[in-house]
């Protein structure tokens, strides 16, 4: 079955970097597209960032652009979030998912269960 395990969640002080990982099995990762979607405490879900096409097409959210970096390891079919210069308003749940999509449809068909970052003095 397909499984997606996050990973590298913790407490950071504002400023500070965190790299989140995302283990994935159960599908044919090389040629799938990825995202990480988060949800900050009373908020609902935000999209952060996409990569499509073995790592030629990369996407961030306004909020994120110039600190995120996206990437893929396809070799050991992992997915990373290097996340830089973190402000308090990034604490939330971070998601790594399975992106669908054709002509009709996009969206996220598998999630993981999520890592928490919590980004404070």
């Known amino acids: 079955e397909v499984q997606l395990v996050e990973s590298g969640g913790g407490l950071v002080q504002p400023g500070g970097s965190l790299r989140l990982s995302c283990a994935a099995s159960?599908?044919?990762?090389?040629?799938?597209?990825m995202s990480w979607v988060r949800q900050a405490p009373g908020k609902g879900l935000e999209w952060v960032s996409s990569?499509?096409?073995?790592?030629?097409?990369?996407y961030y959210a306004d909020s994120v652009k110039g600190r995120f970096a996206i990437s893929t390891d396809n070799a050991k079919n992992t997915l990373y979030l290097q996340m830089n210069s973190l402000k308090s308003e990034d604490t939330a749940v971070y998601y790594c998912?399975?992106?669908?999509?054709?002509?009709?449809?996009?969206?996220?068909?598998?999630w993981g269960k999520g890592t928490l970052v919590t980004v404070s003095s």
């Open positions: 990569i499509y096409s073995d790592s030629s097409s990369t």
């Open positions: 998912a399975k992106v669908v999509r054709d002509y009709y449809h996009y969206g996220m068909d598998y």
């Open positions: 159960g599908f044919f990762f090389s040629s799938s597209a």
